[in-house]
């Protein structure tokens, strides 16, 4: 979704404005543009399509003042055009904005009386008339903020600036994130970390109903009533270089590549090693988020463990990827924990009046930690009196800080569109929490337990030799992308890899490709195959192996081309397939981590065949912060 970065230094704002927006690419956006101080006036530049339309409109631009706002902008509300793109300025107030004014018909109609007039179709023009009349009002943009932060409904992140106040920027938000980097000498605010890295490691991250006031390198903050407050200035403990391509052509392949070492680091800190025991650290359950770093990891878990013993049900909330895994985490908890789990995808969750009974806990699950939907299924799981639990990627995100007990995915900045290395992780996790409940609940012996923890220990070593299929993809995508479609399935847990594949090709490759449980087969998609469809069986030898080879024989019997994935040499799924890929050995609960790395690589190759935008697919965002 948008991206925003605002600047206020002794640097060029715009390469400031610009490196910071390049870095919010992966966010996902349709047109860009800046504001930056000249002559008295913020002298905007706005351009559609991608941000290299909007640096070559900017060469040769000079700008003399020290302050600027820039924006990214993924269209909600009017076609992606110059003409919405952001900034939007009305009488010498500049503005960009991320997020949705739900109110904006409203809005419109009694600015049309006052006599208005528009100049795009946005609804995000429409807070820049209502500030540019209450700054004619009271000759100062933060009291004009103050005035009109009470007429907008929705959610949104905004950052203002008027040329009669030039070294003044207000950035306000409520919902999408706004952060405020500290320089020596300079201030950055921009909606995600990583447009400000390369500037400076401190960091203070807005709250909703917050108000920053930055004037020069000075700031202060306050809450949307006025009073002043005081908040905690955080020191990022990652650098840039986090965010480079490290040789890779796309950021997706590079974290493709990155998935072994992001599940050893996802569990690292949750596993007793000489015990050989799940030793969840750092959940804290109802411990007040400032405090959650200074906890005793022992007593924690003890405490954890208890608390979780007294639930009766789980529901495991979260959109697109995240809601996959969470699906796989259904599998491990039934199973292994015998709790029973629902999973819901958040936009439904949300509106369903679902019934939480006493006792449940509710998992929202969410590599941004920024989803809208999954931060309102959070909010209601809150209100409806269940324990809650976020499992994120981005810490001190909105779902993280919201959530009353905390799991880090721990993967690094992931920065392609499809996620890939974040959903291992989930999965690692999830298979931890699966343990640890299970133990908790008195359903895994220590032998048990040990068994499954060494099967995870070795899973990223497995993971490695299975991306060596990323070559066998490269040369096999022309030949791929030539089908119809392609039906992915499989049995247990992983039927929700079946629908990761599927996703993943949609999203990437913009082909048609359905996920389904292979034994639903007969049950409608057999009607889909002929020679053109290409079934991708995932059937690795496990209780289900058997069930599966029938339902591949059926596929081959109506003529469908098949690749297979089993365990090992399996002779039988070699004569049943077209192509035969070998997934090393492994358990059940670990199995859908190796699986879905060649479906990650199918879909990558495929799409960059095609000559698609691997990492900023055609519609799409990394960060959905609008419903
Ligand atoms: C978007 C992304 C997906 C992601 C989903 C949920 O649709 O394109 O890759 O799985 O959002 O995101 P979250 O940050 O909540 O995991």
Known sequence: MCGIVGYNGPR???????????????????????????????????????????????????????LGIGH????????????NAHPHKVEGVSLVHNGIIENYQEIK???????AEFTSDTDSELVAHLIARQVRATGDLFKAVQQVIPRLKGAYSILAVWEKQPDTLVAFKNGPPLILGIGDDEIIVASDVQAIVSYTKKVIYLDDFEIAHVRGSDYKLFSATGEPLRKPVHVLNWNADA?????????????????????????APHIDLERMRVRLSGVGFGVPYEKLEGLDAEQDAAKTAQQLSGIDRIFIVACGTSYYAGQVGKYLLEILARVPVETDIASEFRYREPVIPPHSLVIVISQSG???????????????????????NVKRSSIDREAQGHLYMNSGVEIGVASTKAFVSTLALLNLFALFVARSRGQLTAEQEKHHLEALLAVPAQMETV???????????EQLKGYRGILYMARGANYPIAMEGALKLKELAYMHAEGYAAGEMKHGPLALIDERMLIMMVAPTDHHYEKTLSNLEEAKARGGHIISLGTGDNQELKRLSQYYLSLPKAEWTVSPILAVIPLQLLAYHVADNLGHDVDQPRNLAKSVTVE
Not at 36 to 56: C, D, M, P, Q, Y
Not at 109 to 115: D, F, H, K, N, V
Not at 386 to 392: D, K, P, R
Request: proline letters at 2%.
């Open 12 to 66: 060029n704002p715009k390469d400031v404005i610009l490196d910071g927006l390049r870095r919010l690419e992966y966010r996902g956006y349709d047109s860009a543009g800046v504001a930056i101080l000249h002559n008295g006036e913020f002298k905007r530049v706005r351009a559609s399509g991608k941000l290299s339309e909007l640096s070559k409109k900017l060469e040769g631009e000079a700008f003399g003042g020290r």
């Open 72 to 83: 990214t902008r993924w269209a909600t509300h009017g076609v992606p055009s110059e003409r």
């Open 109 to 115: 109609q009694e600015l049309r009386q006052l006599g």
């Open 243 to 267: 965010i480079e391509k490290a040789g890779f052509r796309h950021f997706m392949l590079k974290e493709i590549y990155e998935q072994p070492r992001a599940v050893a680091q996802a569990i």
């Open 370 to 392: 920024e989803t809208a939907d999954t931060l309102a299924a959070l909010r209601l799981a809150k209100q409806a009196g269940a324990m809650t639990m976020s499992i994120c």
């Open 467 to 477: 991306l060596s299929y990323d070559k066998w993809f490269g040369e096999a995508a």
